[in-house]
């Protein structure tokens, strides 16, 4: 698992398109699929939960295939793409 942080664009829909990684710029050729996660906030020491706070415990982590830039003869990869809500930053998870 990678925590690398990336750039991430959507369309119009909010969907991941193109995603910024080391440098290159990667296109999702098939459409992703989206799942939630639970933030483990008693391991997580940096999360507070303020009584009557609306802080999110969930985030997003979409399923992307990726190509390099828009070359249908690029090699597909298959990627988890980690919302953090709290600055609005996204990491990456390489699925083997």
Do not use: C, Y
Request: hydrophobic residues 45%.
């Amino acid at each position: 698992m990678s925590d690398e942080f990336v750039e991430v664009r959507f369309t119009a829909a909010g969907v991941p398109w193109k995603i910024r990684r080391g440098g290159r710029v990667w296109q999702a050729a098939v459409e992703p699929s989206r799942h939630f996660e639970r933030v483990n906030w008693w391991e997580d020491h940096s999360f507070k939960i303020k009584k009557g706070a609306a802080d999110p415990i969930d985030f997003a982590v979409w399923r992307v295939q990726v190509r390099l830039g828009a070359n249908p003869r690029s090699d597909l990869l298959t990627w988890d793409l980690v919302e953090h809500p709290r600055d609005g930053s996204w990491t990456v998870r390489d699925v083997a």
